[in-house]
């Protein structure tokens, strides 16, 4: 079994945020996998689908982002997942928009998603970080994550959301650690 969470802040104001760009790319992976986000409990909205006959849970965490630890805790240890079979997928503003990149553990760096998630479970967990750098060095970093992506930035960032997907997607059919490296980390075409 494997567990994909997609972070980000619920409710339609934050719905086009950079701090989305999780929420974003589980949309994108949710319509290729055929697979309804329309369940909720432990503090998440999820969907299960099966993939090679693997059950796959797509997990969108409602808790806000400062604790997304709470929701990705509980489904740990609902369903008895290891790390290595969990995906976070999340916003990066140290790197540069258009460009993704997966990693099998790390520092939560400045993002409080990872934080809290990291001060839950540890910080051995696979995890996919999509391209969000502040390129408005005048826009604090609070007040920028929580910005509607501009128009301009989209172009360069909707590729990046496909490419995210389609990693997530290998990740979930048991792509090692190295391949799912040297296929997707990098600029999206």
């Known amino acids: 079994m494997k567990i994909i969470f997609g972070l980000g802040n619920p409710g339609a104001k934050y719905e086009n945020n950079y ?30 689908c099966n993939l090679n006959g693997e059950k796959v849970l797509l ?9 997304s630890g709470e929701c ?3 489904f740990m240890a609902f369903y008895k997942v290891l790390p290595k079979d ?8 140290d790197i540069d928009k258009g460009s993704i990149r997966f990693r099998p553990q790390g520092s939560p760096g400045t993002h409080n998603g990872m934080r809290s998630i990291t001060s839950h479970i540890g910080q051995d967990f696979m995890r996919l970080r999509v391209g969000a750098k502040n ?8 007040d920028y994550v929580l910005m ?10 909707a590729p990046a959301l496909v490419k995210a997907s389609e990693c997530a997607y290998h990740f979930a059919l048991g792509d090692s650690v190295e391949q799912l490296r040297q296929s997707f980390n990098g600029k999206a075409n």
Do not use: W
């Open 19 to 48: 701090h989305n760009l999780g929420f974003l790319t589980l949309d994108i992976l949710a319509k290729k996998l055929n697979c309804d986000l329309n369940k909720s409990g432990r503090k998440g909205v999820y969907g299960e």
């Open 59 to 67: 997990v969108k965490p409602q808790t806000y982002m400062n604790n």
């Open 72 to 74: 990705v805790s509980a």
């Open 86 to 93: 969990v995906l976070v997928i999340y916003d990066d503003i």
């Open 135 to 142: 390129t408005h060095p005048e826009i604090p970093l609070i």
């Open 148 to 157: 509607n992506i501009t128009k301009e930035d989209f172009e360069i960032i």
